[in-house]
């Protein structure tokens, strides 16, 4: 006889002892068929399909392979496993909605750039031509990363952040915190971290998995203090120079160097985020603090803003001491950027791209920072706001209670979207959000705001 639950469609693009091997898989994982049921011989089941005998003996043979069924001899193949609670499948719709991309029509968000500033045709033609190279393709990169990337990346950081380094020390990885694991690994379990409150908290989650001992330390206008590093007394300090609490300002050379040479002294490291150092534009970027002090930073560049947030590039710059530590584990990792990325992205330093790209992202960033200023200090009057430069985005500090939940509802209706931010404050980037659409966009969440007064 034929089985019911055997399913077997001659017409069918999927190969017969596929068919068959799947439809007793369900059977067995859905309980249809129990364990120790036997199973129709490859003989029987042979006839009944009209199949050879080859075709239902590799559907067995793949069953019993995977444990859902076994043979006894003499006797044929029974049901070997038994399924309890076995997780539902996530509906179709449901998966597929997961997939979709929502474009905002005021995206405030810091999740993407303007697009008028890269040539995504030169960028392509350096994808194109790194795939038509078909011997890069057919082999693994560089664990530390891909040697042409790191010589790109050692002229590249030195001309625009003036960072002292040999490509022989420069790791490469997909994004920051991919970095931050890696650096971690390096530097070992259980250290004590000194951060800037409200600073990268993927980096937060990074030294929690190595059990750091989490502490802030207090910021004046020029950033860091002394004072409270000494009280702090930490192995590790994590700073990004060219943002400082609370007013954002860029930290002056004065302190980077007080700071080298207390942290100096008791022995600690400098972890220097350089979160787009070189997209500073109301002025001349100003030289990292690893230019000042190799021996003892770790420098930390990133290409999610620079470039595109699609390509995750980050790579940091380690002293020597610690790159002796780096060679011990680096057998023991693997690279998590694209090869074909890395490639791109070296042929597209080598030819001078990213030059003529940073100096369009300048212009194009300094006319939108003063769209935004001015469209801020106009629809939100009274309130203070912190301006950063090379994160690109304004801090709003709301001097009123709003209902929160009716706020992002309001903005859902109204196509807005902002940066995730704490109790009292509002977070607009102007990363990617076109120019012409600032004002507007600013003005119609300034009245969502106010209509949502406690």
């Given at each position: 006889?034929?089985?019911?639950?055997?399913l077997?469609d001659?017409?069918s693009?999927?190969?017969?002892y596929r068919q068959i091997?799947i439809?007793v898989?369900?059977?067995?994982e859905?309980g249809?068929?129990?364990?120790e049921?036997?199973?129709p011989s490859v003989r029987k089941l042979?006839?009944?399909?009209n199949?050879?005998k080859?075709?239902?003996l590799?559907a067995?043979?793949?069953?019993?392979?995977?444990g859902?069924i076994k043979?006894k001899p003499q006797?044929?193949?029974f049901?070997?496993?038994?399924?309890?609670?076995m997780?539902k499948?996530?509906?179709?719709?449901d998966?597929n909605s997961e997939?979709?991309?929502?474009?905002?029509?005021y995206?405030?968000s810091?999740?993407?750039i303007?697009e008028s500033?890269?040539n995504?045709?030169?960028?392509?033609?350096n994808?194109?031509?790194?795939?038509n190279?078909n011997?890069?393709?057919t082999?693994?990169?560089?664990v530390?990363?891909?040697?042409?990337?790191?010589?790109?990346?050692?002229r590249?950081?030195l001309?625009?952040?003036s960072v002292?380094?040999r490509a022989?020390n420069?790791?490469v990885a997909?994004g920051?915190q991919?970095?931050l694991?890696?650096?971690c690994s390096i530097?070992?379990?259980?250290?004590?971290?000194?951060?800037?409150?409200?600073?990268f908290?993927?980096?937060?989650?990074?030294f929690k998995?190595?059990?750091?001992?989490?502490n802030?330390?207090?910021?004046?206008?020029?950033?860091?203090?002394?004072n409270?590093?000494?009280k702090?007394?930490?192995?590790?300090?994590?700073?990004?120079?060219?943002f400082t609490e609370p007013d954002?300002?860029?930290m002056?050379v004065?302190?980077r160097l007080?700071?080298?040479n207390?942290?100096?002294?008791?022995g600690?490291?400098?972890i220097e985020?350089?979160?787009?150092?070189?997209l500073?534009y109301?002025t001349?970027?100003?030289p990292?603090?690893q230019?000042?002090d190799?021996?003892?930073t770790v420098?930390?560049?990133?290409f999610?803003?620079?470039?595109l947030?699609?390509?995750?590039?980050?790579?940091?710059?380690l002293?020597?001491?610690l790159?002796?530590?780096?060679r011990e584990?680096?057998?023991?990792t693997?690279?998590?950027a694209?090869?074909?990325?890395?490639?791109?992205l070296?042929g597209?330093i080598?030819t001078g791209?990213?030059?003529?790209?940073?100096r369009?992202?300048?212009?194009?960033y300094?006319?939108?920072?003063k769209?935004?200023?001015?469209?801020?200090?106009?629809?939100f009057?009274?309130?203070?706001f912190?301006f950063?430069?090379t994160?690109?985005?304004?801090k709003?500090?709301l001097?009123?209670?709003?209902?929160?939940?009716?706020v992002?509802?309001?903005?859902?209706d109204?196509?807005?979207?902002?940066?995730p931010t704490k109790?009292g404050?509002?977070?607009?980037?102007f990363?990617?959000i076109p120019n012409d659409?600032i004002?507007e966009g600013?003005?119609?969440i300034?009245?969502i705001?106010?209509?949502?007064?406690?």
């Amino acid at each position: 006889m034929l089985y019911d639950f055997i399913l077997a469609d001659k017409n069918s693009k999927m190969p017969m002892y596929r068919q068959i091997y799947i439809s007793v898989r369900n059977a067995i994982e859905n309980g249809n068929l129990k364990k120790e049921t036997k199973l129709p011989s490859v003989r029987k089941l042979s006839a009944e399909l009209n199949v050879s005998k080859t075709t239902v003996l590799s559907a067995y043979d793949q069953l019993c392979a995977e444990g859902y069924i076994k043979t006894k001899p003499q006797s044929g193949y029974f049901v070997a496993a038994e399924f309890k609670d076995m997780p539902k499948l996530p509906d179709e719709a449901d998966y597929n909605s997961e997939l979709k991309n929502k474009i905002y029509k005021y995206d405030f968000s810091s999740k993407s750039i303007d697009e008028s500033i890269i040539n995504l045709t030169e960028w392509k033609k350096n994808i194109k031509d790194v795939i038509n190279r078909n011997y890069l393709l057919t082999s693994y990169g560089d664990v530390q990363g891909e040697e042409a990337l790191r010589l790109a990346l050692q002229r590249y950081a030195l001309g625009t952040r003036s960072v002292n380094s040999r490509a022989d020390n420069i790791v490469v990885a997909a994004g920051t915190q991919a970095i931050l694991y890696i650096l971690c690994s390096i530097l070992g379990c259980n250290k004590k971290i000194a951060v800037a409150k409200d600073s990268f908290v993927q980096s937060e989650f990074v030294f929690k998995s190595f059990d750091y001992d989490i502490n802030y330390f207090e910021c004046d206008k020029y950033g860091a203090t002394i004072n409270s590093l000494e009280k702090i007394n930490p192995d590790i300090l994590l700073i990004n120079p060219n943002f400082t609490e609370p007013d954002g300002a860029n930290m002056p050379v004065t302190r980077r160097l007080e700071i080298i040479n207390g942290v100096k002294a008791k022995g600690a490291l400098i972890i220097e985020d350089d979160f787009n150092g070189e997209l500073r534009y109301s002025t001349h970027p100003m030289p990292c603090v690893q230019n000042y002090d190799t021996e003892n930073t770790v420098y930390i560049g990133s290409f999610s803003k620079v470039l595109l947030p699609s390509v995750r590039i980050s790579y940091m710059v380690l002293p020597d001491r610690l790159m002796k530590k780096y060679r011990e584990i680096k057998s023991l990792t693997n690279q998590t950027a694209s090869k074909t990325e890395q490639l791109a992205l070296a042929g597209y330093i080598n030819t001078g791209k990213i030059d003529v790209h940073l100096r369009k992202a300048r212009r194009v960033y300094l006319e939108k920072s003063k769209t935004v200023i001015k469209s801020v200090e106009k629809h939100f009057k009274g309130c203070e706001f912190v301006f950063n430069e090379t994160s690109l985005y304004v801090k709003i500090k709301l001097n009123f209670d709003i209902d929160r939940e009716k706020v992002e509802k309001d903005f859902a209706d109204n196509s807005i979207c902002v940066m995730p931010t704490k109790k009292g404050e509002l977070g607009l980037s102007f990363s990617g959000i076109p120019n012409d659409k600032i004002d507007e966009g600013i003005r119609l969440i300034s009245e969502i705001i106010n209509k949502n007064k406690r």
